[in-house]
């Protein structure tokens, strides 16, 4: 299968390993894979914003860079919800709503592309630690995905997958909100780091790499001996 | 900014503070999940229950003029009294009305929202009555002087010492740091309180067209004791609160208490329909129903967030919020608080003055999922926000939306933007930037990375 | 200046112009069909009679209602003695009807038919309310009590102990059954209280931690007979 790559804007400048780790994965999957250089953000900071005008424009502009992929796997379930269901939300009763709907329908978040789409459960990989799992809300109750990272993560060998208390807990991200109400969110990731960290896991791992930089920005500040990492390097890791 | 933003900000920031607060209020919900799941997986299949109960509450809404006159010639049939209320003010001057006509003296509540919107007690309590709060939580809260922590919980962030202690002031009891014994002296005092009373005020959970009837959903028994024991009872409900079929109960009333408290049931669900029928023993005379609007025809003029209006105030979606559970429920300065508050909030009270509660919720969909009437709670805060940015933008937004947009727009101006960002990320940290100050407070961003993915992808891929 | 009743009216009116979408739902369209009859989507109620008597009892054990099955009314009639004595019963309120006069006769403590000589205050000095019911919900463990059934609206309440004494046969398997089971019997003349009453008073008011008894009665037996 022919794969474009959706990468998120701040995985592009502040995590690129996570890209990078999802297209390892993808080509060792035996798929071709591209990117279009032309992408950039998916809007959702504005569309959050209530700034609807200006998202719809970054939807606009998100239509034709993909235009014509065969499907397109973002390793984000945060970014692939707002392309999958809000995208059409915002360019509902427009001239680009059919567009929109044929949009959603191609795209997948990275996990459930693999475990949905391709049916495969296990990549190969090899991680020899203990890790625990946070969904993120936007891949859990946007995209329903609960079972399929774990799935995949199960059958990575040597790998001990631990489930902590606060799993479907939300860790306070919520992109700008993370930033106009850090209070809140502060206390919000301290219940979830906290039980995070309880797990005496090695790594949190999640698919939503926006929820990691929140997670991993906290455990950094207060010194746990857990670390952040994104699905895609643990499924692109064979040792 | 808004005087209610301001206050939020700042008990936001002082509740959201205080751990130890936070740990109380989570462990005392912590044995709701556990219920509420042990009861879900008694249902044959939750998600068809739910689909049953939001259609049970959207035909109603959709239909509200007709279900509604249906409702009131039944009610009126079986004996009672209607009244209506455009606003809150015409709401107390209707029930003040009738405590004046009946030469009353003494006033029991049962727990009713409807009457904390539209600040029922302190208009009856200047007018000279004596007023007291019959359910347990709504008591405590009444002798503290303070508005209700949770809809259904009034006073769950209070702690056993302080209610000891409020008794021991009030009520001029002996310490004790037993619930029981502290509820046991609550039921002691208000016992006669009920049989002394000339009327009892209660709210209504449901309005059934069909036969007339309201429906009044209780644990403790004073609702039951306070549409018992006085001569007149006047109910207090939202126009809203209506539904088309008595059989719609057997759906609503298993969910409500099972969504909201982890319940089978809750103890007592009760249908009235008129005053004391004849041949009946007890009962009050006179049963006057108070119907009101304040604003609620507001949200319902919004097709897009008319299910707001399906709310049957369970409390579900307060008890997963984690917003809810780290501010508190005094900080939204509402009378609904979590989820549903910020949603119907702006719509009752004002967008301009109320859209921070939108804003301030990291969009999780807890709630939603919570919901049994499935309000698309999380998506209507969105949309509250698009309203508010359309309806008052704010020149800050308008300049960091345009601005990023004027980048995005541009992959060059992207990737050189990106490209600069990185290399100055240490610098950047320190200045005394919007967002970039708040967040590095608590949080460390990761170290930047030399290349960005799409120079890394490039460069493998020449 | 136009009442208040026409003015909402014509608001509501004008609001429902525009047509709201209806909500996402999971399932097919026919949920929204409330006249089905067999909700099988709700918890169980049980099939026949005995295992709608299995549901009650386990439902009622887990509200901390007690169940006493009894083959026949005299039996009944001992039962209630019996929890009497070990109660300490001094007075005891009970509503006027053919089932309950000869088994109230059977106490040794003051008896008083509440109903026909109805007195808040003495109903308030009453150690038990004893009352029939309408219908017992299996489903859920509710006992539905009327003002018409049940001595009126406070004898099921005010005491700090409710006894319900039932016929086997007036368990019906869930919520549904026990409303329409109502109307048929009332028409449009129901009476003016109807309430599923489901385990002892309770409250979690304080740091969410389980009390009964908050307002209304400590302890709920449930009589059976049959």
């Given at each position: 299968?022919r794969?474009?790559?959706?990468?998120?804007?701040?995985v592009?400048?502040?995590?690129?390993?996570?890209?990078?780790?999802?297209?390892?994965v993808?080509?060792?999957?035996?798929?071709?894979?591209?990117?279009?250089?032309?992408?950039?953000?998916?809007?959702?900071p504005?569309?959050?914003?209530?700034?609807?005008?200006?998202?719809?424009?970054?939807?606009?502009?998100?239509?034709?860079?993909?235009?014509?992929a065969?499907?397109?796997?973002?390793?984000?379930?945060?970014?692939?919800?707002?392309?999958?269901?809000?995208?059409?939300?915002?360019?509902?009763g427009?001239?680009?709503?059919?567009?929109?709907?044929?949009?959603?329908?191609?795209?997948?978040?990275?996990?459930?592309?693999?475990?949905?789409?391709?049916?495969?459960?296990?990549?190969?990989?090899?991680?020899?630690?203990?890790?625990?799992?946070h969904?993120?809300?936007?891949?859990?109750?946007?995209?329903?995905?609960?079972?399929?990272?774990r799935?995949?993560?199960?059958?990575?060998?040597?790998?001990?997958?631990?489930?902590?208390e606060?799993?479907?807990?939300?860790?306070?991200?919520?992109?700008?909100?993370?930033?106009?109400?850090?209070?809140?969110s502060?206390?919000?990731?301290?219940?979830?780091g906290?039980?995070?960290?309880?797990?005496?896991a090695?790594?949190?791992?999640?698919a939503?790499?926006?929820?990691?930089l929140?997670?991993?920005?906290?455990?950094?500040?207060?010194?746990?001996?857990?670390?952040?990492?994104?699905?895609?390097?643990?499924?692109?890791?064979?040792? | 900014?808004?005087?209610?933003?301001?206050?939020?900000?700042?008990?936001?920031?002082?509740?959201?503070?205080?751990?130890?607060?936070?740990?109380?209020?989570?462990?005392a919900?912590?044995?709701?999940?556990?219920?509420?799941?042990?009861?879900?997986?008694?249902?044959?299949?939750?998600?068809?229950?739910?689909?049953?109960?939001?259609?049970a509450?959207?035909?109603?809404?959709?239909?509200?003029?007709?279900?509604?006159?249906?409702?009131?010639?039944?009610?009126?049939?079986?004996?009672?009294v209607?009244?209506w209320?455009?606003?809150?003010?015409?709401?107390?001057?209707?029930?003040?009305?009738?405590?004046?006509?009946?030469?009353?003296?003494?006033?029991?509540?049962?727990?009713?929202?409807?009457?904390?919107?539209?600040?029922?007690?302190?208009?009856?309590?200047?007018?000279?009555?004596?007023?007291?709060?019959?359910?347990?939580?709504?008591?405590?809260?009444?002798?503290?002087?303070?508005?209700?922590?949770?809809?259904?919980?009034?006073?769950?962030?209070v702690?056993?010492?302080?209610?000891s202690?409020?008794?021991?002031?009030?009520?001029?009891?002996?310490?004790?740091?037993?619930?029981?014994?502290?509820?046991?002296?609550?039921?002691?005092?208000?016992?006669q309180?009920?049989?002394?009373?000339?009327?009892?005020?209660?709210?209504?959970?449901?309005?059934?067209?069909?036969?007339g009837?309201?429906?009044?959903?209780?644990?403790?028994?004073?609702?039951?004791?306070?549409?018992?024991?006085?001569?007149?009872?006047?109910?207090?409900?939202?126009?809203e609160?209506?539904?088309?079929?008595?059989?719609?109960?057997?759906?609503?009333?298993?969910?409500?208490?099972?969504?909201?408290?982890?319940?089978?049931?809750?103890?007592?669900?009760?249908?009235?329909?008129?005053?004391?029928?004849?041949?009946?023993?007890?009962?009050?005379?006179?049963?006057?129903?108070?119907l009101?609007?304040?604003?609620?025809?507001?949200?319902?003029?919004?097709?897009?967030?008319?299910?707001?209006?399906h709310c049957?105030?369970?409390?579900?979606?307060?008890?997963?919020?984690?917003?809810?559970?780290?501010?508190?429920?005094?900080?939204?300065?509402?009378?609904?608080?979590?989820?549903?508050?910020?949603?119907?909030?702006?719509?009752?009270?004002?967008?301009?003055?109320?859209?921070?509660?939108?804003?301030a919720?990291?969009?999780?969909?807890?709630?939603?999922?919570?919901?049994?009437?499935?309000?698309?709670?999380?998506?209507?805060?969105?949309?509250?926000?698009?309203?508010?940015?359309?309806?008052?933008?704010?020149?800050?937004?308008?300049?960091?939306?345009?601005?990023?947009?004027?980048?995005?727009?541009?992959?060059?101006?992207?990737?050189?933007?990106?490209?600069?960002?990185?290399?100055?990320?240490?610098?950047?940290?320190?200045?005394?930037l919007p967002?970039?100050?708040?967040?590095?407070?608590?949080?460390?961003?990761?170290?930047?990375p030399s290349?960005?993915?799409?120079?890394?992808?490039?460069?493998?891929?020449? | 200046?136009?009442?208040?009743?026409?003015d909402?009216f014509?608001?509501?009116?004008?609001?429902?112009?525009v047509?709201?979408?209806?909500?996402?739902?999971?399932?097919?369209?026919?949920?929204?069909?409330s006249?089905?009859?067999?909700?099988?989507?709700?918890?169980?109620?049980?099939?026949?009679a005995?295992g709608s008597?299995?549901?009650?009892?386990?439902?009622?054990?887990?509200?901390?209602?007690?169940?006493i099955?009894?083959?026949?009314?005299?039996?009944?009639?001992?039962?209630?003695?019996?929890?009497?004595?070990?109660?300490?019963?001094?007075?005891?309120?009970?509503?006027?009807?053919?089932?309950?006069?000869?088994?109230?006769?059977?106490?040794?403590?003051?008896?008083?038919?509440?109903?026909?000589?109805f007195?808040?205050?003495?109903?308030?000095?009453?150690?038990?309310?004893?009352?029939?019911?309408?219908?017992?919900?299996?489903?859920?463990?509710?006992?539905?009590?009327?003002?018409?059934?049940?001595?009126?609206?406070a004898?099921?309440?005010?005491?700090?102990?409710?006894?319900v004494?039932?016929?086997?046969?007036?368990?019906?398997?869930?919520?549904?059954?026990?409303?329409?089971?109502?109307?048929?019997?009332?028409?449009?003349?129901?009476?003016?209280?109807?309430?599923f009453?489901?385990?002892?008073?309770?409250?979690?008011?304080i740091?969410?931690?389980?009390?009964?008894?908050?307002?209304?009665?400590?302890?709920?037996?449930?009589?059976?007979?049959?």
């Amino acid at each position: 299968m022919r794969v474009s790559l959706f990468v998120p804007c701040f995985v592009d400048q502040l995590t690129p390993k996570v890209g990078l780790a999802t297209a390892k994965v993808l080509k060792k999957l035996g798929h071709d894979v591209e990117f279009r250089a032309s992408q950039t953000c998916c809007g959702q900071p504005s569309f959050n914003s209530g700034q609807w005008d200006v998202a719809r424009e970054a939807a606009i502009r998100a239509l034709t860079v993909f235009r014509g992929a065969e499907v397109i796997v973002g390793p984000s379930g945060s970014c692939v919800a707002m392309m999958r269901n809000f995208y059409p939300e915002l360019l509902k009763g427009t001239a680009h709503a059919e567009e929109a709907a044929d949009l959603a329908s191609r795209t997948f978040e990275f996990s459930e592309f693999l475990v949905k789409k391709l049916g495969v459960i296990d990549v190969g990989a090899k991680f020899a630690k203990k890790v625990t799992y946070h969904d993120g809300c936007h891949a859990l109750r946007e995209l329903r995905l609960k079972e399929e990272p774990r799935q995949l993560l199960r059958a990575v060998k040597g790998l001990e997958l631990i489930e902590s208390e606060e799993a479907e807990t939300c860790c306070g991200f919520g992109g700008l909100f993370s930033a106009k109400f850090p209070m809140i969110s502060t206390a919000m990731v301290q219940v979830k780091g906290g039980a995070l960290a309880r797990t005496g896991a090695d790594f949190v791992v999640s698919a939503d790499p926006s929820c990691l930089l929140q997670i991993g920005g906290w455990l950094s500040r207060e010194g746990k001996p857990i670390l952040p990492l994104h699905i895609a390097e643990v499924l692109a890791s064979d040792a | 900014m808004s005087d209610a933003k301001s206050i939020f900000l700042k008990d936001a920031t002082v509740n959201a503070a205080d751990g130890d607060q936070r740990a109380f209020i989570r462990k005392a919900l912590g044995g709701y999940y556990t219920n509420r799941d042990l009861q879900k997986a008694r249902y044959r299949d939750w998600e068809m229950a739910r689909d049953v109960a939001s259609m049970a509450k959207w035909t109603a809404v959709n239909d509200l003029a007709n279900v509604l006159e249906k409702f009131v010639g039944n009610f009126e049939r079986n004996g009672g009294v209607v009244h209506w209320a455009r606003d809150a003010a015409e709401a107390r001057a209707i029930i003040l009305k009738i405590a004046e006509d009946a030469n009353a003296k003494a006033i029991v509540k049962s727990k009713c929202m409807t009457s904390e919107e539209i600040h029922l007690n302190d208009a009856l309590e200047k007018a000279g009555y004596g007023v007291v709060e019959s359910d347990l939580g709504e008591f405590i809260q009444q002798l503290r002087g303070e508005a209700p922590y949770h809809f259904v919980f009034p006073c769950m962030h209070v702690k056993r010492e302080a209610i000891s202690e409020l008794f021991t002031k009030h009520l001029g009891t002996a310490p004790t740091d037993s619930p029981e014994e502290l509820t046991m002296i609550a039921r002691r005092h208000l016992r006669q309180l009920y049989i002394d009373a000339d009327i009892g005020i209660t709210g209504a959970n449901f309005l059934i067209a069909e036969t007339g009837q309201i429906s009044i959903t209780e644990n403790e028994g004073n609702a039951r004791l306070t549409a018992a024991l006085p001569r007149i009872h006047i109910a207090l409900s939202g126009i809203e609160k209506v539904v088309n079929y008595l059989d719609d109960l057997s759906v609503l009333l298993p969910m409500l208490a099972t969504a909201g408290a982890g319940q089978p049931m809750t103890c007592y669900n009760t249908l009235y329909s008129g005053p004391r029928k004849k041949g009946e023993c007890d009962g009050p005379e006179q049963f006057h129903l108070v119907l009101l609007d304040n604003a609620r025809t507001r949200l319902l003029a919004d097709p897009e967030q008319r299910d707001a209006l399906h709310c049957i105030r369970c409390g579900a979606c307060l008890n997963v919020c984690p917003i809810f559970k780290n501010i508190g429920g005094l900080a939204y300065g509402t009378t609904y608080q979590g989820p549903i508050g910020s949603v119907i909030t702006p719509h009752l009270r004002g967008l301009k003055q109320w859209n921070h509660l939108s804003g301030a919720s990291s969009l999780c969909g807890a709630c939603t999922d919570a919901c049994p009437v499935r309000i698309d709670l999380h998506h209507h805060l969105l949309h509250n926000r698009r309203n508010a940015a359309k309806e008052s933008p704010t020149l800050f937004d308008r300049l960091f939306h345009n601005g990023f947009n004027f980048v995005i727009k541009r992959p060059w101006l992207f990737a050189a933007g990106g490209r600069i960002f990185r290399a100055t990320l240490p610098f950047l940290q320190k200045l005394p930037l919007p967002y970039m100050r708040a967040w590095m407070k608590t949080r460390d961003l990761p170290k930047a990375p030399s290349q960005s993915f799409r120079d890394q992808w490039k460069n493998q891929n020449v | 200046m136009s009442d208040a009743r026409s003015d909402i009216f014509a608001r509501i009116r004008e609001a429902l112009k525009v047509k709201a979408p209806k909500p996402h739902l999971k399932g097919d369209a026919n949920a929204g069909k409330s006249s089905v009859a067999a909700k099988p989507w709700l918890p169980e109620g049980g099939d026949d009679a005995e295992g709608s008597l299995l549901i009650l009892a386990e439902q009622l054990a887990k509200l901390k209602a007690v169940l006493i099955r009894v083959p026949d009314r005299a039996s009944a009639s001992k039962a209630l003695a019996n929890l009497s004595l070990s109660k300490k019963w001094k007075k005891v309120a009970f509503h006027g009807h053919e089932l309950l006069r000869p088994i109230a006769a059977g106490l040794s403590c003051e008896t008083w038919e509440a109903d026909a000589s109805f007195d808040k205050q003495r109903l308030e000095g009453c150690d038990a309310g004893i009352t029939t019911c309408e219908s017992i919900v299996a489903q859920l463990g509710s006992i539905l009590v009327s003002s018409a059934t049940s001595g009126g609206r406070a004898l099921s309440v005010l005491p700090h102990v409710h006894v319900v004494v039932a016929e086997a046969a007036q368990v019906v398997p869930d919520l549904g059954a026990a409303l329409a089971l109502a109307r048929a019997r009332h028409g449009e003349q129901l009476p003016s209280m109807l309430s599923f009453i489901t385990g002892p008073s309770r409250t979690g008011d304080i740091e969410r931690i389980l009390v009964l008894g908050a307002h209304g009665p400590k302890e709920l037996y449930l009589i059976l007979i049959g």
